[in-house]
C-alpha cells in the first residue's frame, strides 16, 4: 500500500525549532518529488515547500524562506521539515504529499501532523 | 507568484445537483492545473490534474476544464460524498499557489 506518514508535531514556544518526518512506503520513494503542504486552523492549503527526487532542486514559499529547510534521505525513505524561529503563524497542520507522474499534481497525501506555536 | 482566486467561496446545493467552482489564475498557466477534494479532518484528495484529466478511481461525475486563466471543476450529479471543500491549485511556476477553497454545503 502506497502511504505516507508524517511526524514530529508538537507544541513549541515563538522562536523555537522542530523538524518533522515523513515516512514513506509503497512505492519508490526515490523517483518522486515530494512536498510539504500546511493548512492553519480553519484557512485554507498553503504550500510550503518542494524537493525534487534527487534533492537538486528546492523551492520554499516566501512565508517560510530563510527559517525553514527541506530535505530527504532516499535510503531511508524519508523526507524532512526542518523549522527554526516558529512563530505563531506557523500554526497549521503540516501534511507531506507525493507530487505525482510527470509533477501532475499531489497525487499522495499523509494523515498530517499538528504544529502550534504558542507561549 | 501567481494568484489563484476560487469562486464562489462557499454555496449550498442539493444531491443531484450539477455545480460548478470556478478558478482564475492572476497569469496564464496553460493546463498546469490540479483540484483537490478536502473532507473534514482528512488530507486533500488528488481529483484531476493537467486541468482535466481524472485522477485513478475517482468518479466520471467529477470533470475539469479550461487552460490559460480560466478554470472549471464540474460535478455532474451531486452524490452526498461530495459535500466537501474543493481547492484548485497551479503547478505551472512556483510557488505552487493554492485557491481559497469552495465549500460546498448540503441545502
Known amino acids: 500500500e502506497v502511504q505516507l506518514v508524517e511526524s514530529g508535531g508538537g507544541l513549541v514556544k515563538p522562536g523555537g525549532s522542530l523538524r518533522l518526518s515523513c515516512a514513506a512506503s509503497?512505492?519508490?520513494?526515490?523517483?518522486?518529488?515530494m512536498n510539504w503542504v500546511r493548512q492553519a486552523p480553519g484557512k485554507g492549503l498553503e504550500w510550503v515547500s518542494s524537493?525534487?527526487?534527487?534533492?537538486?532542486?528546492?523551492y520554499y514559499a516566501d512565508s517560510v524562506k530563510g527559517r525553514f529547510t527541506i530535505s530527504r534521505d532516499n535510503a531511508k525513505n524519508s523526507l524532512y521539515l526542518q523549522m527554526n524561529s516558529l512563530r505563531a503563524e506557523d500554526t497549521a497542520v503540516y501534511y507531506c504529499?507525493?507530487?505525482?507522474?510527470?509533477?501532475?499534481?499531489?497525487?499522495?497525501w499523509g494523515q498530517g501532523t499538528t504544529v502550534t506555536v504558542s507561549s | 507568484a501567481i494568484r489563484m482566486t476560487q469562486s464562489p467561496s462557499s454555496f449550498s446545493a442539493s444531491t443531484g445537483d450539477r455545480v460548478t467552482i470556478t478558478c482564475r489564475a492572476s497569469?496564464?498557466?496553460?493546463?498546469?492545473l490540479a483540484w483537490y477534494q478536502q473532507k473534514p479532518g482528512k488530507a486533500p484528495k488528488l481529483l484531476i490534474y493537467?486541468?482535466?484529466t481524472l485522477q485513478s478511481g475517482v468518479p466520471s461525475r467529477f470533470s475539469g476544464s479550461g487552460s490559460g486563466t480560466d478554470f472549471t471543476l464540474t460535478i455532474s450529479c451531486l452524490q452526498s460524498e461530495d459535500f466537501a471543500t474543493y481547492y484548485c491549485?497551479?503547478?505551472?511556476?512556483?510557488?505552487?499557489?493554492f485557491g481559497g477553497g469552495t465549500k460546498v454545503e448540503i441545502k
Open positions: 504529499a507525493r507530487l505525482g507522474v510527470r509533477d501532475n499534481g499531489m497525487d499522495v
Open positions: 509503497g512505492f519508490t520513494f526515490s523517483s518522486y518529488s
Open positions: 524537493i525534487s527526487s534527487s534533492s537538486s532542486y528546492i
Open positions: 497569469q496564464g498557466i496553460s493546463s498546469y
Open positions: 493537467a486541468a482535466s
Open positions: 491549485q497551479q503547478y505551472y511556476s512556483y510557488p505552487h499557489t
